[in-house]
């Protein structure tokens, strides 16, 4: 079945210093890749998204793409603020179907930015 | 404002009993679903309804209930059947239709913890 497999956290950076969080998936054909973020006590928000190979999804300042070859999607951003403090999930959506609510998340990744 | 609002956002349980989350949108989205959220384990699908007075099972379906009779609303029923019921709940909405601009709306959660 389809699976996501995001790096392992928590992961702790100092403000500015570059964020990358790895994400790789496993799914039949071309799914969609979404990454969400969830603040402390809230529920999960949309961050960025992309729905066919080499689409570039990017938001306040954070980027991933769509990579078929690796099957991969990596969250991006340049310079991080102690706000970027939460816990970031990727996700995919089948092809097709009837399947378009039904998501398949990795495990999430705590991220912490200190000042 | 348009969103999804849950209800409790805390909730305390004794062995035995069953709770039920409620689960109201003002998005006019035809599907709903419900996500259980453990630490390190990302979100599993509970149950999911495309149309009003239709569900279906999703992953971990197994103690809990669901209706829709409504088109804003979708209730979720932890039953005592749940073994292990103390988790984070999301609710979710999205337009029907597969569509890449189709994206899960999520509310902000409830907590249950189980005594």
């Known amino acids: 079945g389809d699976s996501v497999t995001q790096m392992e956290g928590p992961v702790t950076l100092s403000e500015e210093a570059f964020l990358t969080i790895n994400c790789t998936y496993t799914a039949t054909g071309y799914p969609s890749l979404f990454w969400y973020v969830q603040y402390p006590g809230e529920g999960l928000q949309l961050l960025l998204k992309?729905?066919?190979?080499?689409d570039k999804g990017s938001n306040k300042g954070f980027e991933a793409t769509y990579r078929k070859e690796t099957t991969s999607f990596h969250l991006e951003k340049g310079s991080v603020q102690v706000s970027d403090s939460a816990v970031y999930f990727c996700a995919l959506r089948p092809p097709g179907g009837t399947s378009y609510g039904k998501l398949t998340f990795g495990q999430g990744t705590i991220l912490t930015v200190h000042p | 404002d348009g969103g999804i609002t849950q209800s409790p956002k805390y909730l305390f349980r004794k062995e035995g009993q069953n709770v039920t989350l409620s689960c109201e949108q003002n998005?006019?989205?035809?599907?709903m679903y419900w996500y259980r959220q453990d630490p390190g384990q990302g979100l599993r699908l509970i149950y999911y309804?495309?149309?009003?007075?239709?569900?279906q099972k999703g992953d971990i379906a197994e103690g809990y209930s669901v209706s829709r009779e409504k088109k804003e609303s979708f209730p979720l029923t932890v039953t005592s059947a749940q073994k292990n019921p103390t988790a984070f709940y999301l609710c979710?909405?999205?337009?029907?239709?597969?569509?890449?601009?189709?994206?899960?709306?999520f509310g902000a959660g409830s907590r249950l913890t189980v005594l």
């Open positions: 309804s495309q149309i009003v007075n239709d569900f």
């Open positions: 992309a729905t066919k190979a080499d």
């Open positions: 998005l006019n989205h035809d599907a």
């Open positions: 979710a909405s999205s337009m029907a239709g597969y569509s890449g601009a189709n994206v899960l709306t």
